[in-house]
């Protein structure tokens, strides 16, 4: 049972590159969120999804996609990365009601 | 506008003592409040949490206390070990609308041996 699994865990991208940071869980999870996590500011809510096929945009969505087409896999696309987005990214999971989220351990991104 | 504060933003207890930290929310929509423990380089793990219909909930050395008429709830670490050195988050779920987290500021403890 691995949990929530991100890919890569480290990457540098030159300004406007883009890329997409994975995530699966294996948990069979209706909810999956993206959050990024910056020095000071805590965690913030990227985009989220209440299962396959539904997202939603979180406290900062500008800059990022997200699809999900599986219950299993929830991408976080980077369109035209900026020096802004250099952040740790995490995804997790929830099965609803009285639950947390899992985390998974997170993507070092750098932007140049 | 942020829904859950906390405090305080670091901590510094001598091992043995009592680490607290404090959460205050706004949203009475919220209904389940988890903590989260985060290593450095890692991500955030669930410690504990609690439903709002409750107002302690103790496992091992730690105990969330929950004030729903005040809108208020905190960790207590009891015993604290260098080993608990860590950021300790608190967050709030709304069950009903889209099961967002929303997090609080994040207090970095550190537990003196």
């Known amino acids: 049972n691995a949990g929530v699994t991100q890919t890569p865990k480290f990457q540098v991208l030159k300004t406007g590159q883009s890329m997409t940071l994975q995530c699966a869980q294996d948990?069979?999870?209706?909810?999956m969120s993206w959050y990024r996590q910056d020095p000071g500011m805590g965690l913030r809510l990227i985009h989220y999804s209440v299962g396959a096929g539904i997202t939603d945009q979180g406290e900062v969505p500008n800059g990022y996609n997200v699809s999900r087409s599986t219950t299993e896999d929830f991408p976080l696309r980077l369109l035209s990365a900026a020096p802004s987005q250099t952040s740790v990214y995490f995804c997790?999971?929830?099965?609803?009601?009285?639950?947390?989220?899992?985390f998974g351990s997170g993507t070092r991104l750098t932007v140049v | 506008q942020q829904q859950v504060k906390q405090s305080p933003q670091s901590l510094i207890v001598q091992k043995g003592g009592i680490s607290i930290i404090n959460c205050a929310y706004e949203?009475?929509?919220?209904?389940?409040f988890p903590w989260y423990q985060q290593f450095p380089g890692k991500g955030p793990a669930l410690l504990i949490a609690?439903?709002?219909?409750?107002s302690e909930k103790k496992e091992g050395r730690f105990t969330i206390s929950f004030n729903k008429s005040a809108k208020q709830f905190s960790l207590h670490i009891m015993d604290s070990q260098p080993g608990d050195s860590a950021t300790y988050f608190c967050?709030?779920?709304?069950?009903?609308?889209?099961?967002?987290?929303?997090f609080g500021g994040g207090t970095r403890l550190m537990v003196k041996p």
């Open positions: 997790a999971s929830r099965q609803g009601g009285y639950y947390g989220y899992t």
């Open positions: 609690i439903r709002p219909d409750v």
């Open positions: 949203n009475t929509a919220f209904d389940y």
């Open positions: 967050a709030a779920i709304r069950n009903n609308a889209g099961n967002m987290l929303t």
């Open positions: 948990m069979n999870h209706e909810y």
